[in-house]
Structure formats: structure tokens, C-alpha cells
């Protein structure tokens, strides 16, 4: 009884922080989904409706029939895309970085570590703005590139995808960087020295060895980009312009100028799911690989 | 050998070596006429900026087929020298050459040689089998060949029917065995290893070192052992260098440097030994300090002071007066099989005397009883200082 009532005043805590901070702002969001729209914003809280969704996938034509409308799947598929690139991007960039930092001598690694997360300490908005300057035509990279007689015109990069991947590459690379490194600088050396004792050259160290050792890294590291890439608001706002609107955008707009709520709650929900049902089958295929006899 | 109690260490050196002349025999007199496999001329290695000196003009002929070992105390440079075969390391100065060949400038990757790592380095990721088949893999042999070498090997190690275990799942001396086939599948032309039985228990140990030799003699590789346990290194090697700061003190067969080391050292760090300063009187006669005249059978250096070294086992007791060196007992040891007599001779000179108990347990001696000691000129070196 004692015991009972102990383990409860000890689980409150954790209950109370998951329950309060996560269970419930999701409850309520899936909640808002399937709500009424208000007629000025907001929602009206007691009738509900499925409009949400259909919205997602059908619009109405004129003579109020329901006909499928591939838009917000079209900025779906265009966000995953965006984040996947990303994803690819920010690996190539941050695993060779993260295995420079890991062989240098320790006290040198630690000033780099330091250095990857200084982005950190200015605001992410100041931070894409400086990509504005960097990519826009007549700025900085246009005009080096100009002068060295290596594209026509302009470079017109500002306002499209890849500005969007440039932006979410830097934004996120410490994030790719630091789960990378970690793996890395605790592998131990003698592996790799192994390795080599047994004949392998440093590309065969370095793909039977050093790879399958850091995957660890690697996998977090990509879900730690890929997730928030997805949603990811900023980059897009600013740098891609609004032919190349992702979901984070979207689902902003439905709760500032569309005054549509229960629309937004219900992109974030399908988005939300989207991003389980990808880790799910993630940790179900590390799952049978760790079975693996 | 199922002694009901651990043998002392120091006793059991001294069996070792007294044995060692009947068992190595054989293989003694074929690695006489073998040829040279590693050799290093003149090895100079220092790191941090030149700061610390671990190898200084190191020269070490290697033979073919033989269990050479590397016996020093830790930062002595014998793991340095096997790294710098192996290829991790680079010298200063000085050359190796394999069967006559020199290896400077090749990566590791690229030097028929195969290493054993103190902490086993058995790749986490891959199976029994796959660690193995690894270094075959490199070398791009056929894929019906490296399945049957690695059973071979599994096999030589005593491991089937793990092929498919994980690192992860095996014991540490099961590991060890891994590293072995390994290291062993690639034929290498030299086999180094690397303290490989520093990590596992007592036991195994002891077992791990039988088990090394029997695979020595099984596959005729030459093995490179590196080791800080004199006992260990007794007991496998056909020959031993004894290392100290990145020198090479003694080569030689354990009996060789167990009954005539070469340096005081080495006499000090080989088993137990009394160690007795003395001045030249005269061909094979020398004074102690305390005034007191020892004989000895071989003439010595011509130098005037000297190192007298005398095992313990070799000392006797006997009764006062006479020939016999008069001295007090402090301490008297039962160790099981011996009865260490620490006493004090004339002028205050510690000294050790081992009796074994070969007529079961007496103490007709006891703490505080005046004693004789007897030295047998033939039971004495002498070593310059």
C-alpha cells in the first residue's frame, strides 16, 4: 500500500511533465482537427466535422461537388523531398567533418565541437537573413561569380528549392555533425589499426570498419535533419519563396492569414503520423537486423 | 601440474627455467641453423618532439619459426618495436627487413605480418566467422577458399560452432581465440603479438599459454611476443630479449638468461635474486664490502668493482663455522613448497636463501639463530657495474 502510494509520488513528476507537456497539446491538436472552423477564426468548440481532412485531399468545384484537389499533397511530396535532399546534403557535408574532428589530438577536438555549435548561440532568423545577402543576385556569391566570368547573368538561387536546401543544410549540419562525431571519437582506434594489420587499405578501413561503426550517428543524426526538416518553417519562409511553399508554411498560414485552425491542426496530425510511421518502420527493420542470427 | 596451492611465482621461475634445457631441446637445436626473419638494425624511435626517447639504437635478429619475446617493464619500448614491424609506427632511424627485405615505407596493409592486440580488437559488428574471413576478404581470395580456411582456423582454435556468435556474446579468452584466427588466416609471415593474455584471468592465462605455443609449433610461424611477465616469457619463448629504456640488454634462451644474465638488471628483474657489490682481489676472488672473501668458478670481468649474483636456490644453509659465511636468520618464510631464510650476513648485507621442502615441513631454523651460508663458486656471476 505504502509501496504503491510511493511509486506513484515518484512517477508524478515524469507523468505530470510527459501528460502536461506532450499527451495533451497533442491531444488538443488532434481535437482542433476535427472541429468546426469559426466563422472569424478559432473554432467553434462543440460541432464537429470532419472537413479538415477532407480539405486535405478534395476541394469543391462549382457546382459544390467534390473533386480531388493534389496541391497540399503536391507541397507534402515537395517537403519530403526538400528534407530528404537536406538529409543527403548535410551527411556528405557534416561525416567527413565529423571524422576530421575525430582524429585530431583532444584538446583540439573539443575547441572544434565548440566551434559546430556557435551557430547555435545567434538567432536562426539573423542567420537566413545572411543567406539572403549571400545568395540574392548582385550579392555576394553572384557577384564573386560574376567578376570570375562563371555565370552568364545571374544565378538566380534566391527564391527556389535549393535556396531552401542551402539554408536548411547550414541550419541543421551541427545536428548531423555532433551524433557522427560521437560515434566516431569513441570507436576505438585499435579497429581501425586492425584493419589495416589485416590488409585493408583506407577506403576498405574506411567501408567495413569506420562506416558500419558510426551508423549509429549516422541514423540519428539523419533523423534529427530529416524530422525537423519536414516541418521546418524558417528556411523555406525566407529563402524558397512562395512557389516553393513546404508544410511548415502552410500550416503556419492556416493559423495566421487562412484563419483556419482545425485545417492547420489537421496538417500537422497527417504530418505528425507521417514522421511515427517512418521511424516505426525504421526501428522494425533495425529491429530484424539486430535479430539477425 | 594440479598443484593443490599456486605455485610462488618465483619458484616456479626458477623450475622453468631448470626444465627448460629437457623440453626445449629439440627446437633449440633446429633454430640454430634457421635463417633470419625480422631483422632491426640500429632502431631509433622518439616521441613527442623528440622528448622521449622509447627505442635508441635498437639491433634485433629475429629467426625463423621461432617464439621470440619482448620482455621489459611497461615503457621499456617493446611495444613500440612490434608496432613499428607491424607499420603503425614510423622510425627515426634504422632499418627492418623481413626474410632480407626492407620494410620501410610500406603500410601496414601491405606487410606480411599480422598483429594480436592486447584488448583482442575483434571487430564489434561482424560475426566469428566474418572476423576471420576478414583479412582473406582484403586479399580478394576466392570465396570457397576463405570458407574453408576459416573453418580450418576456427577449428585450430578450438571455436566451431561459434561462427556465427557476435564479439558480443563471447567470453573474453573466447575473443582472444578469435583475434588468433585472425590474425593466423592470413598466413602471415610473422605473427606479433601484442601482451595478448594481459587481460584474462590467471587461469586462462596460464592455459592461453600453452595453448600459444602448441599453435607456434602447429602452424611454424615466427611469433613476436611482447610481454612484461618474466614468468610468461619464460615458459613459451625459444628465445628472449630483455628490454629497459629502449635498449636491449640480453638475447638469449630463458635458460641462458635466467642462470648468465648479462646485466644486473637483468638478473634483478628475471626471478628473485641477491645482488652483492664486491671489489677484484684476485683471479675468481672477491671481497665484500664487510670485509668478507668469496670464491667464485668463473673469472669474471677485469673491471674492479663488481655485481655478485647469487639465486636463492642456489645459496645453502648449513651449520656455523668452517667454510661457511657466518650470518643471523631474521625471518624465517613457509611458502608450501619452499622455506624462504631471509638473513643478514656479517656487516649487515641482506640476503635470501629458498630451500625446497623436499622432506616435508621442518623448521630447525628459526628467526633470530646464527646461521652459515654457503655459496658455491659455480652458483656465482659476476657482472661489471
Redesign the interface.
Given at each position: 500500500m505504502m509501496g504503491a502510494l510511493r511509486r506513484a509520488g515518484l512517477l508524478a513528476p515524469s507523468v505530470l511533465t510527459i501528460g502536461v507537456l506532450l499527451i495533451l497539446p497533442l491531444g488538443l491538436m488532434a481535437f482542433v482537427s476535427t472541429l468546426e472552423r469559426g466563422p472569424t477564426g478559432g473554432v467553434i468548440w462543440n460541432q464537429h466535422t470532419a472537413d479538415a481532412y477532407v480539405q486535405f485531399l478534395f476541394e469543391r468545384d462549382l457546382t459544390d461537388r467534390l473533386v480531388i484537389n493534389t496541391d497540399y499533397l503536391h507541397i507534402f511530396g515537395r517537403s519530403i523531398v526538400v528534407a530528404a535532399i537536406t538529409t543527403a546534403v548535410t551527411l556528405a557535408v557534416a561525416f567527413p567533418m565529423a571524422l576530421w574532428m575525430a582524429f585530431q589530438p583532444p584538446r583540439r577536438r573539443l575547441l572544434l565541437v565548440f566551434i559546430v555549435t556557435v551557430p547555435f548561440w545567434t538567432n536562426i532568423l539573423v542567420r537566413n537573413y545572411a543567406w539572403i545577402l549571400l545568395l540574392r543576385n548582385d550579392g555576394v556569391i553572384d557577384w564573386v561569380l560574376a567578376r570570375l566570368g562563371l555565370t552568364g547573368e545571374h544565378i538566380n538561387v534566391l527564391y527556389t528549392p535549393l535556396a531552401t536546401t542551402i539554408g536548411l543544410t547550414y541550419s541543421f549540419l551541427p545536428y548531423m555533425v555532433l551524433p557522427i562525431y560521437v560515434s566516431l571519437e569513441k570507436l576505438?582506434r585499435?579497429?581501425i589499426?586492425?584493419?589495416?594489420?589485416?590488409?585493408?587499405?583506407r577506403w576498405?578501413a574506411f567501408r567495413?570498419?569506420i562506416l558500419?561503426?558510426s551508423m549509429p550517428g549516422v541514423v540519428g543524426g539523419a533523423i534529427l535533419v530529416f524530422v525537423p526538416g519536414l516541418g521546418a518553417f524558417i528556411s523555406p519562409e525566407l529563402l524558397g519563396g512562395a512557389k516553393s511553399m513546404m508544410i511548415g508554411s502552410l500550416i503556419q498560414q492556416q493559423f495566421g492569414q487562412s484563419r483556419n485552425w482545425p485545417f492547420g491542426a489537421a496538417l500537422s496530425f497527417v504530418l505528425l503520423v507521417l514522421v511515427l510511421m517512418a521511424l516505426a518502420a525504421h526501428a522494425a527493420r533495425y529491429r530484424r537486423k539486430e535479430a539477425r542470427? | 601440474m594440479s598443484a593443490p596451492q599456486p605455485m610462488p611465482r618465483h619458484l616456479e621461475v626458477a623450475r622453468i627455467a631448470a626444465m627448460k634445457p629437457d623440453i626445449a631441446a629439440a627446437p633449440g637445436a633446429a633454430v640454430r641453423t634457421a635463417t633470419i626473419a625480422v631483422d632491426c638494425r640500429n632502431i631509433t624511435k622518439t616521441f613527442g618532439a623528440g622528448a622521449v626517447r622509447a627505442l635508441d639504437g635498437v639491433s634485433l635478429a629475429i629467426r625463423s619459426n621461432e617464439f621470440f619475446t619482448l620482455l621489459g617493464p611497461s615503457g621499456c619500448g617493446k611495444t613500440t618495436l612490434l608496432r613499428l614491424i607491424a607499420g603503425f609506427e614510423t622510425q627515426d632511424s634504422g632499418t627492418i627487413l623481413l626474410d632480407g627485405k626492407p620494410l620501410d615505407g610500406l603500410p601496414p596493409y601491405r606487410r606480411p605480418v599480422n598483429t594480436v592486440f592486447q584488448s583482442y580488437a575483434v571487430f564489434p559488428h561482424l560475426t566469428v566467422a566474418e572476423n576471420v574471413a576478414f583479412g582473406l576478404e582484403m586479399q580478394r581470395r576466392p570465396r570457397a577458399e576463405i570458407a574453408s580456411r576459416v573453418k580450418e582456423m576456427l577449428a585450430l582454435v578450438k571455436l566451431e560452432g561459434l561462427e556465427s556468435r557476435k564479439p558480443a556474446q563471447l567470453s573474453g579468452g573466447q575473443q582472444q581465440r578469435v583475434a588468433l584466427a585472425r590474425a593466423l588466416a592470413n598466413k602471415p609471415r610473422v605473427l606479433l603479438l601484442d601482451e595478448p593474455l594481459s587481460a584474462l584471468d590467471l587461469k586462462l592465462r596460464t592455459e592461453m599459454q600453452l595453448e600459444l605455443k602448441r599453435l607456434q609449433h602447429e602452424v611454424g610461424i615466427t611469433f613476436v611476443f611482447v610481454t612484461h611477465d618474466q614468468h610468461e616469457a619464460l615458459t613459451m619463448s625459444d628465445r628472449i630479449a630483455v628490454m629497459r629504456a629502449g635498449h636491449v640488454l640480453q638475447v638469449g634462451t630463458p635458460e641462458e638468461i635466467y642462470e648468465h644474465p648479462t646485466a644486473r638488471f637483468v638478473a634483478d628483474f628475471i626471478g628473485e635474486t641477491n645482488l652483492l657489490d664486491a671489489t677484484r682481489i684476485g683471479t675468481a676472488r672477491y671481497r665484500l664490502a664487510s670485509g668478507v672473501e668469496i670464491e667464485t668458478a668463473e673469472p669474471g670481468p677485469p673491471e674492479a668493482s663488481v655485481t655478485l649474483v647469487i639465486r636463492p636456490e642456489r645459496a645453502l644453509l648449513a651449520p656455523v663455522g668452517g667454510s661457511a659465511l657466518s650470518a643471523r636468520v631474521e625471518q624465517v618464510v613457509y611458502v608450501g613448497s619452499d622455506t624462504i631464510y631471509l638473513v643478514v650476513l656479517e656487516g649487515g648485507l641482506r640476503f635470501r636463501v629458498r630451500e625446497q621442502n623436499r622432506d616435508g615441513p621442518r623448521s630447525r631454523v628459526r628467526a633470530g639463530d646464527p646461521v652459515g651460508i654457503v655459496m658455491p663458486p659455480a652458483a656465482i656471476r659476476v657482472l661489471a657495474q
Open positions: 576505438d585499435r579497429l589499426e586492425a584493419a589495416f594489420d589485416l590488409g585493408a587499405n576498405h567495413r570498419v558500419p561503426l542470427p | -
